[in-house]
């Protein structure tokens, strides 16, 4: 554990709905990060009561994989956050900007991305140091199962300094956590649809994409987007489009 608590005390099945402070007591981060946990367990329960396990706004659906700007839909051309379109080479796929919600979290792009650049992938490094290759930019084309990956990252004062309040002159203070997210690519067979691809892991073709979501916070947290394979035969090297059933 990277932070320094004393414990940590959610439970849903307590169904409490504040902490409240007392006068003269002694103050303990377990109580204030129970008011947290029970605030986000509360938006992101009716989160999923509202929108589904998965959804995304109308006006700012976000994370559809396109090849090009020809890709892109009136409304998304229009949008900031989708232009100017970065350089893309050649193997790779844009992730458009937008928001989108998996199993009650909310998933923020803020600038249209090559998937080989997205925000939250390891470096290069860290891929050599665990012998591993990153899959995009794609050196041979191929079908492919594409997901949404949320889960929540720890962040301290060494991970982003600015947390750390200078006038204290060195100690730390309070942590965070992250909405972190990529999107992700399983091998699938040749013709592969939503309906066969990765039976297990595709629980429904449809609007709705998400594994169903469990009673504890953290499972909740690893919603996942899942995306049906559609070969288009496009321009080499690509041969696949990968985007939402």
């Known amino acids: 554990m990277k932070a320094d608590l004393t414990r940590l005390t959610f439970d849903p099945a307590k169904h409490y709905r504040a902490v409240h402070q007392q006068q003269g007591r002694v ?23 509202v929108i589904g396990t998965c959804g995304a706004p109308l006006h700012a659906d976000g994370f559809r994989l396109v090849a090009n700007a020809a890709g892109l839909s009136p409304d998304e051309a229009a949008r900031a956050g989708n232009t ?20 009650g979290v909310l998933a923020e792009n803020d600038r249209i991305t090559p998937v080989s650049a997205q925000p939250d ?27 949404l990956d949320l889960w929540p990252r720890h962040r301290t004062a060494i991970d982003d300094p600015s947390m750390r309040e200078v006038a204290l002159g060195g100690p ?15 091998p699938a067979p040749d013709g592969a649809t939503c309906a066969t691809a990765r039976p297990s892991t595709t629980r429904r073709c ?20 899942n995306s049906c394979p559609r070969p ?12 939402l059933c």
Do not use: C
Request: proline share 9%.
């Open 206 to 225: 449809g609007k709705s994409h998400s594994a169903a979501p469990t009673p504890q916070r953290a499972p909740r947290m690893r919603g996942r987007l």
């Open 232 to 243: 288009t035969g496009l321009p080499a090297p690509l041969t696949f489009q990968l985007g």
């Open 121 to 147: 992938l390891p470096s290069v490094d860290n891929f050599a140091k665990l012998g591993a290759t990153p899959l995009f930019p794609l050196k041979t084309p191929g079908t492919f199962l594409a997901y």
């Open 27 to 49: 103050q303990l981060d377990s109580d204030w990060n129970e008011q947290l946990d029970i605030t986000a367990h509360r938006v992101e329960t009716e989160t999923v009561d």
């Open 84 to 103: 100017p379109l970065p350089a893309l080479g050649a193997g790779d796929l844009l992730i458009t900007a937008g928001r989108f919600y998996a199993g």
């Open 172 to 186: 730390d203070t309070a942590t965070r956590t992250k909405n972190a997210w990529q999107v992700k690519f399983l």
